[in-house]
DNA sequence: ACCTGAACACCGTTCAAGT
DNA sequence: ACCTGAACACCGTTCAAGT
């Protein structure tokens, strides 16, 4: 009956149609955020509507107000999600007692995640917080907690914990922001032609910039964990490793 | 005639009406983003719509489009502006030789607009760039120009401009974006009441936050005043100051 | 030259009605 | 119980027509 969609060519504004229908199975909440990332990570934030969510489910979008109460909260979920899935990474499970070793390891995993949802980030980024205990990017409760209970349990005070995790999440956040904002501009020369040399502006008149590499501005991931290190050394000099 | 609008009841749905017509004086470009620049510093991003910044300026909303291609195009606009008038801050007139303390006043005034247009900059930070010479948060051309010039006119070399210019662009970034999710938090706590405890969430499942006072992670300004100098002197100490 | 009206193809959201 | 159809109040954008 309404087993597997099929690709109609009826609906002429959607390219997008026809990619995968879960078919079987209801809809949940978690079912519908986990299409919500799939679909966010294809084609934009821009083009995730309730609509198209909807009939990449099989269902007329307005069916998924049983199971969530707005766009809005969907973008929560969202993003509730994509930092949770963190918690199933090996790499963080034995803590030990270095902590500025879990520290790197915990940076790397969430620009891991970063990279893997590049279009979710600035989501996670700048969506106002709802709690007055979590920060960006690490958002959730849950982790908020692992966080400050690895520092303490490597025998550091709870202000010193948390002075840490503050650095800690600056750092992080405003270089994977870079990062990708540098990913973007990649994506959009390969868009046009292939390597294209970008719709030339008017760097001519900036003399420095005319005579400069622009790949000397990419950020690398050798550059980020050279900042990483250099973080983690001064943190480990004022707290003691 | 089409002098002074006035502030008409008829309209059900738009408190913000009756606000500013500019009335005089036609359109242009700048007039229209300036008018973008504060619609969205009182009513939010999600506010800003082409038919309603219209009717701020007197004018029908599909009148802009003989001045601006369209939204995105206004909204890049908007971050080009609020970023240039960082040109006029007297705290950034003299450079001298001191490149730390430039990096220092050109870190607080960056500030300064972040915290004056607290809606305008996650647009500042998350929108692609559209250039591989720029980065957020100074992105644009004439400012990076400006940024490496202060710092090879201080003898530093170009390559070792890039790299502070990354490394401190990455730094006020994440810093901002953190202190701003605080910002908001705290307006949100303000609106439902006084000085409210907030939705009280399930904090109790978390014994570390549980008995943290939520204060302690609030960025202020002293906080990242410190961590500036900690980035200034790792700098300084790194490339000479 | 500059703006408007009407239209098009969408949105998010609500809710009575269908099965 | 779960979804749909129709409706409402919007969007951004285009373009012929008005002044």
Redesign the interface.
Known sequence: VADAVESTSAGHADPAAGETATGRGSLDRQRIIDAAVRLIDQYGLRQLTMRRLGSHLGVEGMALYHYIPGRESLLDGVVETVVDNLHDDPDLKLVGSDWPDYLRRLALAVRRTAFAHPEVF?LI??R??????T??PLRS??W??TF??AM?DCGLS??TA?VI???W???????L??D???R??AA??QEHDQALP??V???I?????AG?D??????NSA?FER?LE?LLR?LAAEFGH
């Open positions: 600035p980024a700048s106002p917080t709802t709690t007055p205990w920060r960006p409760l849950r908020t907690e400050l209970r303490t709870g202000g948390i995790y503050r650095s999440s600056g750092f992080l956040l405003g270089h922001l870079l990708l904002s540098v973007d501009v959009a020369g970008l719709p502006p008017d760097v008149e900036y003399p420095l910039l400069l622009p790949a000397l501005l990419r950020e550059d900042d250099l001064r």
